[in-house]
């Protein structure tokens, strides 16, 4: 009924930059807040950023001032734009997002399936 698909993982040197981004499909009805939530093997997923739909913005201490979130309503997509990517930036990126669709009556939170983003130094 709903589908996130991110897009834009890859390889990225250490000091450089990558986007990545996050549409949502399907019967929707609204969309509140999307992040982006990263997860390596043997460890918890745990919070990258998140974006209200009005635009206030959430960071992780550890990527405030390199990583920024964005986000098009008209477009259901949120973005992440990741420069300076350390190496530790390696595991893989979740896209979330609350939403209603027509067949339900409050929000539900949606997962991507994951784009794997690796730095090399």
């Known amino acids: 009924q709903v589908q996130l698909a991110e897009s834009g993982g890859g390889l990225v040197q250490a000091g450089g930059s990558l986007r990545l981004s996050c549409t949502a499909s399907?019967?929707?009805?609204?969309?509140?807040?999307m992040g982006w939530y990263r997860q390596a093997p043997g460890k918890q997923r745990a919070l990258v950023a998140t974006i209200t739909k009005d635009g206030t913005t959430n960071y992780a201490d550890s990527v405030k001032g390199r990583f920024t979130i964005t986000r098009d309503n008209a477009k259901k997509t949120v973005y992440l734009e990741m420069s300076n990517p350390k190496p530790e930036a390696t595991p893989v990126y979740y896209c979330?997002?609350?939403?209603?669709?027509?067949?339900?009556?409050?929000?539900?939170?949606?997962w991507g399936q994951g784009t794997l983003v690796t730095v090399s130094s």
């Open positions: 399907g019967i929707i009805r609204s969309i509140g807040a």
């Open positions: 979330n997002a609350e939403i209603r669709t027509w067949t339900q009556g409050g929000s539900l939170a949606f």
